[in-house]
């Protein structure tokens, strides 16, 4: 891409690269952007992409959630479908609660790869429930904004942000106002355990509810109440609840008589995003798109978007299935096919539980599959994962490593993309939440014409 030569090709003079390393560093840690104690980004240019690029992405990612929410309908309505997901039975009775509002999923994130020789995407997992990086994508992106490479580089070149943080408050004052059906400004909680590695984005999101004037407090659920007909959080009642915290671990911990799950079986407070967000976020959700039983829910240009963009994925059971026009016994396939498999947990994050079929041996991997017999997951066939180059600058010199990236667009109410982020890896698995690798913001740049 012209761009990113041309924006290395100005991080060659070192004096530009190291002044934007010690601007961006300053700007990290000022802003408090850290993960789990390590700085949030390590290198030194964002993810570039073309207008066209962003407008065919974001084109791909609405005819997903198209069929996300066919099959969602189909699943609330279709109990045989619905076992589908692999629910636990107490979340079967939670996803079937009203929320207040029309939205599975007000605010998500879909993680995807895209193969730069053919263009295509390949979609690895769709965060429905607690989708986070809005906030430090909006803080990296006014960080990079500044730099002196970056200020050198729009002397010739457009860059236009993608900030995502107005998107998570419209969303949640659009279910508020739906819950209610008042244009009042509600109390907000930011729920979450409060030694999670992202208690910083709950800054960051507290400063800017506040900033549209609406109060916000950051409170671990284990200190709320509900009495008189109200939760209550922080000191005082609270009208809408940000959920951070995932629904397996509060049930888990705290089990069904919580505060929060009374409450909002009770629409005594607003939720986003809600318990049937459950369905959507099961990685067995992809299973339910792309299994040929599941065909006649979609139509036929449907299907090509499934065919093209979510990879072959199945629920691992024992069952005769179909790959690619190939009737196949599931379990002795993936036995024999490690090297082109993943196995995921179907409701885990940040990587956990994770195994890659090509990095372990032939015995580990049948354990890993028994063990996926036992514990509901899902199998997964490989996808390419893309590289870029991406400086850094140490030692006093600059570096250029090819890193493996993502695409995770932002998603609102299940239909239109706002903002993006992107996270690099050196390693096969990209994800920050596993230990390590950087998130960096995503411009969309073309050249100045005048």
Same mark, same amino acid.
């Given at each position: 891409?012209?761009?990113?030569?041309?924006?290395?090709?100005?991080?060659?003079?070192?004096?530009?690269?190291?002044?934007?390393?010690?601007?961006?560093?300053?700007?990290?840690?000022?802003?408090?952007?850290?993960?789990?104690?390590?700085?949030?980004?390590?290198?030194?240019?964002?993810?570039?992409?073309?207008?066209?690029?962003?407008?065919?992405?974001?084109?791909?990612?609405?005819?997903?959630?198209?069929?996300?929410?066919?099959?969602?309908?189909?699943?609330?309505?279709?109990?045989?479908?619905?076992?589908?997901?692999?629910?636990?039975?107490?979340?079967?009775?939670?996803?079937?609660?009203?929320?207040?509002?029309?939205?599975?999923?007000?605010?998500?994130?879909?993680?995807?790869?895209?193969?730069?020789?053919?263009?295509?995407?390949?979609?690895?997992?769709?965060?429905?429930?607690?989708?986070?990086?809005?906030?430090?994508?909006?803080?990296?992106?006014?960080?990079?904004?500044?730099?002196?490479?970056?200020?050198?580089?729009?002397?010739?070149?457009?860059?236009?942000?993608?900030?995502?943080?107005?998107?998570?408050?419209?969303?949640?004052?659009?279910?508020?106002?739906?819950?209610?059906?008042?244009?009042?400004?509600?109390?907000?909680?930011?729920?979450?355990?409060?030694?999670?590695?992202?208690?910083?984005?709950?800054?960051?999101?507290?400063?800017?509810?506040?900033?549209?004037?609406?109060?916000?407090?950051?409170?671990?659920?284990?200190?709320?109440?509900?009495?008189?007909?109200?939760?209550?959080?922080?000191?005082?009642?609270?009208?809408?609840?940000?959920?951070?915290?995932?629904?397996?671990?509060?049930?888990?911990?705290?089990?069904?008589?919580?505060?929060?799950?009374?409450?909002?079986?009770?629409?005594?407070?607003?939720?986003?995003?809600?318990?049937?967000?459950?369905? %959507? +976020?099961?990685? *067995?959700?992809?299973?339910? $798109?792309?299994?040929?039983?599941? =065909?006649? &829910?979609?139509?036929?240009?449907?299907?090509?978007?499934?065919?093209?963009?979510?990879?072959?994925?199945?629920?691992?059971?024992?069952?005769?299935?179909?790959?690619?026009?190939?009737?196949?016994?599931?379990?002795?396939?993936?036995?024999?096919?490690?090297?082109?498999?993943?196995?995921?947990?179907?409701?885990?994050?940040?990587?956990?539980?994770?195994?890659?079929?090509?990095?372990?041996?032939?015995?580990?991997?049948?354990?890993?599959?028994?063990?996926?017999?036992?514990?509901?997951?899902?199998?997964?066939?490989?996808?390419?994962?893309?590289?870029?180059?991406?400086?850094?600058?140490?030692?006093?010199?600059?570096?250029?490593?090819?890193?493996?990236?993502?695409?995770?667009?932002?998603? %609102? +109410?299940?239909? *239109?993309?706002?903002?993006? $982020?992107?996270?690099?890896?050196? =390693?096969? &698995?990209?994800?920050?939440?596993?230990?390590?690798?950087?998130?960096?913001?995503?411009?969309?740049?073309?050249?100045?014409?005048?």
């Amino acid at each position: 891409m012209e761009a990113i030569a041309r924006y290395h090709e100005i991080l060659a003079e070192p004096e530009v690269a190291e002044a934007s390393h010690a601007m961006l560093d300053a700007e990290l840690r000022r802003r408090n952007m850290v993960f789990g104690g390590r700085p949030l980004c390590t290198v030194l240019r964002p993810r570039f992409l073309s207008a066209d690029g962003y407008r065919l992405l974001a084109g791909r990612m609405q005819a997903l959630m198209r069929v996300f929410g066919r099959a969602h309908a189909a699943a609330m309505t279709d109990p045989a479908l619905r076992a589908q997901f692999r629910l636990a039975d107490w979340e079967e009775t939670l996803v079937l609660a009203d929320p207040g509002y029309q939205s599975a999923s007000p605010h998500g994130r879909l993680d995807c790869f895209e193969d730069p020789a053919t263009g295509g995407i390949s979609l690895t997992e769709y965060n429905a429930e607690t989708p986070a990086g809005a906030g430090f994508n909006d803080l990296l992106t006014e960080a990079f904004a500044a730099i002196p490479v970056m200020r050198r580089f729009r002397r010739q070149w457009d860059i236009r942000p993608l900030p995502a943080r107005a998107g998570v408050v419209s969303v949640l004052l659009d279910a508020w106002r739906e819950f209610s059906g008042r244009w009042e400004r509600p109390r907000i909680a930011i729920v979450d355990w409060d030694d999670v590695p992202t208690v910083v984005e709950f800054e960051i999101f507290r400063a800017c509810f506040e900033s549209y004037g609406l109060e916000t407090v950051i409170v671990d659920p284990r200190t709320m109440e509900y009495r008189g007909g109200r939760l209550y959080g922080g000191g005082a009642p609270v009208d809408l609840i940000y959920k951070r915290v995932l629904i397996n671990e509060l049930v888990e911990r705290e089990g069904l008589a919580h505060p929060i799950v009374r409450a909002v079986r009770d629409r005594a407070v607003c939720m986003v995003n809600p318990f049937r967000c459950k369905l %959507l +976020h099961k990685k *067995a959700s992809l299973a339910v $798109l792309s299994d040929e039983r599941n =065909a006649k &829910l979609f139509s036929a240009r449907e299907r090509q978007v499934i065919a093209d963009q979510v990879p072959w994925t199945r629920v691992v059971e024992e069952r005769h299935t179909v790959h690619r026009d190939e009737r196949i016994d599931l379990i002795p396939w993936i036995v024999e096919q490690r090297d082109r498999l993943v196995l995921k947990p179907n409701d885990d994050y940040g990587g956990a539980g994770v195994v890659l079929g090509w990095t372990v041996s032939a015995e580990e991997w049948q354990a890993e599959v028994r063990k996926a017999l036992a514990v509901p997951y899902i199998v997964q066939e490989r996808v390419v994962v893309p590289s870029e180059p991406y400086p850094t600058w140490s030692d006093g010199r600059l570096h250029l490593m090819d890193r493996m990236q993502d695409t995770a667009p932002f998603m %609102l +109410h299940g239909a *239109a993309m706002d903002g993006c $982020l992107t996270r690099l890896s050196t =390693a096969a &698995l990209l994800n920050v939440t596993a230990g390590g690798g950087s998130t960096v913001p995503v411009f969309v740049v073309e050249p100045r014409t005048s």
